[in-house]
Structure formats: C-alpha cells, structure tokens
C-alpha cells in the first residue's frame, strides 16, 4: 500500500494529522458522505467500543491491584493504545496467529482470553492462562493462537516470521501478527525478522505501537529516522503509517494486510501511531521527566474510546444510556475477573519442577500443539 | 554393519528423520544448494526440495527464532550452525525462547527443535572458532544436550534429538566429521541420557564426551601398555546427565577424571566434579583432577595451540597423578 497518501514528516505534538484515519469527525468524507448507519454497522462498532472499554476498565483496576500488593513485578498498562489491539484482532479469524510483547494484558483480551484468566494470571494463581508461570509479561494462550507476551524487546520478531513460515510450510491461508513498540525497530532482530518474512514472502504482519517512548526515550532520540515505516523500504516490502488512536482507520488498514498476507503471503510493516496514557510501568510518572504534562494532554485528546463514541454518536448508533450500561455491565466483568482471581489459589509447590521439559517424543504422542 | 564416517551418519539420520516426519525440516546456512559448510545435508535438497531443506540469509538470531516460531505451532526444525560459535548471535532465541516457552507457558508450547553444528576448536582457526560450549548450555533448565563421539552415537543421538519433544543441542565435532565407525544398516535410536562405557579398566574413571572420547581411548591405550587400566564413561548426553553410569564407575575404580574440551573455569567437569564428591566420598582414593583447556582464548600459533588444548599427554599425566604415580 505504499504511504497510503501519507506525506512523509513527523511533528511530535500533531502525529495523527499526516495518518490514516476514519475518525476524522466532520472532516472525514467517509463519515459525512456515507448512508445512514444500519444494524450490521451498530454491531460493529458496539462491539469495537466494548472490547476498548474492556481493556481499559481493566487496566485502571489492574493499577489499583499493583497499588495494594495484588500483582508484582514488572506490570505495564495498555491505557491509550486499545484501538491498535481492538482494530487489529477483531479483524482476525480464530485459526490466526498473534504474538506481542510484554505490554500484553490489553491484547490478550481483545483477542479473546477470558478477563478471569488474564487477572488471575496477574495475580499469580494456578487458574491465570498461563498457570501462574507467566506473569504480567508472559500471557499465552493456545486455544486462541495467542503465542504469547514476550519480554526481550524485539526477540519475538523473528518467531513470528517462523510462524509465517509454517503457515506456508503447511499451504494454510492464516496470518500472523506481531506486535512491538517503535524502540524494537532499532534492534538486529527487527532487521532479521523483516528480512526473511519479504525475502520469502511470508503472511506475517509487523505491527509497530508507536507510543513515541521506548521507556523514556523518544523517537526523535532513538531512531535516524521518524517515519519508521519507512524502514519497510529496505525489504521492499508493504507499509503504511495509521492513526493508531482511530480503531476504523486501524481495521480498514489490517483489512488490507490481512487480504495480502492471505492471497499473496506477503507481509506488510505498520507504523500505528498511538501513546500510553500511562508510564512505561508502574514505578513511571505519567508525565514530568522525559514527556511534559502539556504534550499528555495534548494526546488526551484523541483518546480511542472517546473519538469512536463520539462517531457512534454522531452516527447515531450509540446514546448516552447505552454507553452507560455498557461501561457497568464492564464494571461487574472485571470486578467478577478480580474475585475469580482472588479464589483462585496459587499453584502448588510441586509445579515449581513441572513444565521444565515434556518427558514425550514423537513416537510416545506428540505434544507439539499439531498441524494446524 | 557398515562403516561409515560421522558426517554420512548424521546424514542419514536427517535423512531418515525427513522421511518418516513430513513436520521435519532443515534450516540454516548453506546447508541447501552448497550441500552443508561441513557437506553434512548433502543430496537433501535434491531429495526433499527447498522447503525443506532452507537456505537462510547469514542471520542466526532470525533463523534460530524462525526455528522456535515453526515449533510453536507444530513442526519440527533442524536448525544448523555453521559453527556453534556463531550460535551466539541466536542466544537470545536459544536460551530465553526455546528454552523457557513451555515454562512460561505453563506448559501450554513446549518446542520441539534441534539446534546442531560444529562445537569445540579444529585446528589453527583462532580464538573466535575455536570454543565449546556446553557448560553454557547445559546450564540452561529446559535444553537438553548431546555431544556424539563416535559415528553411531552421531546417528542414533541425531534421530533421537528429532524425535524429541524437547529444544535438543546437538554438539558435533569440526574435526570428527571425517572418522568412521561402525553404524548398523536398520533404524536404531540412542536415547538421550544415556552414557556408554566404551572401555572397561580398574584403576581409574575417565568420564569424558563428544571429541574428546577419541583422546580418552587414545591414552587408554597407552596407559594399558604401562598396566594401568581405565573405565571410559562417554556421556554422550550431557544433560540430561547419567549420574549413575558415572557413580557406578568411580564407585568401582575409586578415581576420576573428568577430560573436557572446554575451559576450566565453571566447566561441566567442575558439575561432574560435585557429583562425584557428594556421591562417592566414602569410595574415592584421590581427588578427582579435570583437564581441560587452558584458561585462556584459543591461540592460533601451532604450538601455543597444542599447548592449550585438553591432549592425550595431558589425559594421562592426570590418570598417573590420581594413581599418585607421578
């Protein structure tokens, strides 16, 4: 898709004007123009708003968990990124791979890990999607292709790229997506993974999360170059820049790399530009070391979940006692999450020695997850 | 039986493993077109074609991730190292990602994958391909690791590390490829974990692995001419480790040596080394000695090069020293 029209520049307090976007209120012609909403258009963006609210409203009480002891280690809220993740996977079928990094809470509930399973993950308790052995950082998920959070910045590119190679390997139609943060493009494993996936035309797509920090080091300070899309050049491969705060923007692009990676098993890069509400990790200020509290606010503006409820509003999809139900039926979600996961009890002493290897082989019954 | 060297007898356990199992694949570099840096994939590429047989870009990191990837979701990679010193490029995907998935996971993905290539110095290569590593990798919970001395053991530990559900590192030898042995012409398996005695004696334990099975049997034969007699424990699996083929052997000599390729410092000598104290206190008649390579990096001129490495001069002494011969 090439830039997509996009004009090439990056201006730190304005990132979203030079992308594609759908949510572009009045200004939009896709909006202004278009036929009054149906019920199919209602549907969807309910749906889109409910897995947004989701991850929100679950991230403020997993900030409120860490607060009082309930989760530990290193955690990292995806406040302010949902559209990325929302518009991404909703586009997805159930047999696609995903794969992320260690900001993954938001990701794994958007692609469909239970709420329960992902809190009692967080609070270390036997019935968390990854047995209490994961943590924060590590989701997994079999049964939803969710091939995990990983926590070395850019080591999971070049898995993703193995898995594109196995959905070619097998003659499937299926993709894959990674996702990583815009400081993971400036590691070799970023440079390798890209590499072989266009070199062999894989069904991958790499999907930076331009939150403009990697930690507390911007774009501008990491990187030669600030359209990092445009690294996509260098393997000839497809790309485009996206508003990440606009979940139809971020659908309508996937939609795209999506039907190229299934009919032409290539991959594309695209550069979401998006922001963390929130710092880096818990110990983190919000703001006043390396972002200021003006440029925060400034991006509070274009908060995902308020810019698609305005369009349902405006669109007349969505009314004000709509959303509020919805956001209380969420409410009693994540509580019933948080409670499951406070009964839930920690894993025994034995399962610190289980899972270190399988005592299988591919004569004794394969447990290496089949061929599909 | 026929005898054959190493290198054909890897060759036909990866051939054999590709025809039993449509999920096993070879990747790495040169290993399709230039037919193996050590010719050891020969005629794989003409036989199974270049899906399977994957020619990579020099990018061990990528393909060793692309490796874990595939095992992910099913199949079965033979990632090759041209050397395992260039391995360590691909640590990260090695030790924090094979190793660890199905850990994490809470054993949801476990990986099974087969990393394989060259280990340990040939001759006159210089510091940087001259370096063995299993000490590295056998201190990782969740990899296994074998290092075939022989041209059997290559095969029968090959196909067993295939067959694994487990990331396996197989450690081949640069300067082995070329030595025959006998190798049996029906399919047979030589599972992991599992040391051999290749020379019985009375005096002495030498528990050694990989190459350096060649230079233990070399000083057991000169040792035999003086009257001294050895147990040679190959380990051939170093993790997981026989514990008991090496308790039961020093139980019966009273004396170790462990002979290593490797360097001395937190080598796989000084695990085998607790091993022995913990268990064989009470039998032991001397102090266990490890030879191993000099503490320094790998020198390229000829003769500091011998000096460095773990020889047979340096296997015997050690044997006459635990005798308190010398």
Redo the contacts between chains.
Sequence with gaps: MSAGGVTPSFNPLSPFIMAKRTLAAKTSPKTAASAPAGDAERTLHLSLLRSMLLQRRFEERCAEAYAIGRIGGFCHLYIGQEAVSTGTLSHLRPDDYMITTYRDHGQALARGITPRAVMAELFGRIDGCAGGKGGSMHMFDKETGFLGGHGIVGGHLPIATGVGFAIKYRGGDQVICCFFGEAAVNNGAFHEALNMAALWKLPVLFIIENNRYGMGTSVERASAINDIYQRAASYNMHRAMVDGQDVLAVRSAIEEAVGRARSEQSPTLLEMRTYRFMGHSMSDAVSGTYRSKAELEEYLKRDPIALLRAHMEERGTLTEQVMQELDTEIKAIVQDAWDFAEASPEPPLEALMEHVYVDTTSDTGNSAGGWS | MAIITYRDALNQALREEMQR?A?V?LMGEEVGVYQGAYKVSKGLLQEFGE?RVVD??I?E?????????????????IIEFMTWNFALLAM??VV??AAK????????????IVFRGPNGAALQLGAQHSQAWESWLAHI??L?VVAPGTPYDAKGLLK?A?????PVCVLEGEMLYNNKGEVPDGEYIVPLGVADLKRVGEHCTIVTWGKQVLVAMAAADQLAKDGITVDVVDLRSIRPLDERAIIDSVRKTNRCVVLEEGWYFAGVGAQITDLVQRECFDDLDSPVIRVTQADAPMPYAKGLEKAAKADMPKTIAAVRRVLYLD
Excluded at chain 2, 101 to 112: T, V
């Design positions: 199992d999920r694949f899906m990579t870009p990018t990191l990528g393909f060793a991730g692309v490796g874990v990837g595939a095992a992910m979701v099913g199949l079965r990679p990260d995907q924090n990602v998935l199905l850990y994490m996971s809470g054993g949801q993905f476990n990986i099974p919970p969740g296994k067993a295939i067959r694994d559900d487990n």
